[in-house]
């Protein structure tokens, strides 16, 4: 009886019968998480270090033009990571977010090495909100690795 149950479960291929939301998420779409979570913590700075030069402390914009340079690199990190995702994985959304971040976050840089206050703060703004929504969506869906289908005629 325990030999029948062995044979029965060597016939199932492997990821039958499994949920599908139960993947594993691959190796490049845990990279993608870890620079998402460091892009998005390093874009959280930025507003505090706009506040410290705003309470009247003049170094807070050293710390804020800073902080922009380290999130921009960031975000072409995540843009590197993402692109990995949609080669291995076969998921485009996080490449196409992470690129639209990008833009964004350079506008939200040219805006405010020109004093356009006017657009570089509700774009802050705009840039915080997105990160959040693209770090929930690639922490909350698994990103595993697409399996090659077998032919049979092969």
Do not use: C, N
């Not at 998420?25 to 030069?53: D, E, K, M, N």
Request: hydrophobic share 60%.
């Amino acid at each position: 009886m325990q030999r029948e149950s062995t044979i029965a479960a060597a016939a199932v291929p492997p990821g039958a019968g499994t949920a599908p939301g139960s993947e594993r998420t691959a190796a490049s779409g845990w990279v993608l998480r870890a620079v998402a979570t460091v892009h998005i913590a390093a874009a959280f700075a930025q507003p505090v270090f706009a506040g410290v030069f705003l309470s009247g402390d003049y170094d807070g914009i050293a710390w804020h033009r800073l902080g922009a340079d380290v999130v921009f690199t960031i975000g072409l990190l995540q843009v590197a990571a993402a692109a990995a995702v949609w080669l291995r994985v076969r998921r485009a959304w996080p490449f196409w977010l992470s690129l639209a971040l990008v833009a964004a976050e350079t506008a939200q840089y040219l805006a405010g090495m020109d004093g356009a206050l006017w657009l570089h703060l509700p774009l802050g703004v705009a840039v915080i909100a997105a990160l959040a929504v693209g770090f929930i969506a690639v922490w909350m869906r698994p990103l595993p690795r697409r399996r090659k289908e077998v032919r049979a005629d092969a």
